[in-house]
């Protein structure tokens, strides 16, 4: 038989509902699976790169900031050393954050890649390598003030010795055409990528004449996700040549290449105390009779044994076996 509620009790239950007891609802089972499905998602996860890419563009650039040391110690005049600091994967207003303003802060082309690419060099870099380059020893700014156009054209060298050993990074993935697209000292003036678009951020550490600042370089996912399949072979052992041509391509190579040879006569003993004491015109006797033979030497390293003869005139070396070490 079914109850019917009384006034009384249905303006208790409304009362009940409005004053935010969840009590009657604890024990619906509906209302349990619902909540225990719910799970929160980020949707900039969705161009998240795999940690094996993540992986190969470590070591790509731990080679990059390796060659970067020499090259800026030799345009400089002045020892610099870069280092990896790390490489992550943010959007790119995140990136932004972490860019000073003002800044030297360039847009680059990826050619053949799609996609562009940005550089900053900090201004604690950036004035002590104008100083440099003008003679000066480099000191460190006295202000963070934005480059003049005069100071930008200074480092436009410093931006193409960047390129041009970044491409020899890239050699092994791919063969790069990096240009420069576009300079400004104001990041939010390059409209490169919308703020929420997910990029890899890469860090690198530059320590150069009492100074120390810091080098970005960002790089769009959707970019590298495009190249998977050229990062996945990056790193994979060589296969084997079966047809020998490596072998010929690099005998080709090396058959201009011009060695030194020496004729020596090796295995003789000789005191240091008789070593000071030798003068012009002292004679060494040798433990070996005139006609032994003596060893030709490419290298340094003895291949031959033979005989020093004349031939029209001319010392030669006269050939008798093969030396097996």
């Given amino acids: 038989m079914e109850r019917i509620l009384s006034q009384d009790e249905i303006n208790a239950l409304f009362s009940t509902m409005s004053s935010g007891n969840p009590g009657l609802l604890q024990n619906s089972p509906d209302q349990n699976a619902v909540i225990g499905n719910v799970v929160k998602y980020d949707f900039c996860k969705s161009d998240r790169i795999s940690k094996d890419l993540i992986r190969s563009l470590h070591m790509l650039h731990s080679h990059f ?3 970067l040391s020499a090259s800026l110690s030799n345009y400089l005049r002045n020892a610099s050393e870069v280092t990896l600091s790390t490489i992550e994967q943010v959007t790119y207003g995140e990136f932004l954050k972490r860019v000073q303003d003002p800044t030297l802060y360039c847009a680059i082309s990826f050619q053949p890649m799609r996609g562009t690419a940005a550089l900053e060099i900090s201004p604690s870099l950036c004035l002590p390598m104008i100083d440099l380059l003008l003679g000066g020893p480099g000191s460190p700014p006295s202000e963070n003030r934005p480059l003049t156009e005069i100071e930008s054209n200074i480092l436009e060298g410093v931006v193409g010795l960047l390129l041009r050993d970044l491409k020899e990074a890239w050699r092994s993935v791919i063969e790069l055409d990096p240009k420069v697209e576009g300079v400004e000292t104001k990041p939010t003036m390059l409209q490169l990528f919308p703020a929420g678009e997910a990029v890899v951020a890469v860090e690198f550490d530059v320590k150069m004449a009492q100074n120390q600042g810091r080098l970005q370089l960002c790089l769009p996912s959707v970019m590298l996700k495009m190249n998977r399949a050229r990062f996945d072979q990056h790193g994979r052992p060589c296969r084997s040549d079966s047809d020998g041509k490596t072998l010929r391509v690099s005998r080709d190579l090396i058959r201009g290449t011009s060695v ?22 002292d004679i060494i006797r040798l433990d070996r009779r005139l006609g032994d033979p003596v060893f030709l030497c ?5 291949k031959f044994r033979g005989r020093i003869v004349v031939r029209r005139g001319k010392k030669a070396f006269e050939i008798v076996d093969k030396f097996d070490s």
């Avoid at 030194?260 to 015109?281: K, W």
């Fill in 65 to 67: 900031s390796r060659s």
């Fill in 260 to 281: 030194p040879l020496t004729a020596e006569i090796h295995e003789q003993n000789l005191l240091v105390e008789d070593l000071l004491s030798i003068s012009v015109g």
């Fill in 298 to 302: 490419v290298g340094g390293i003895p």
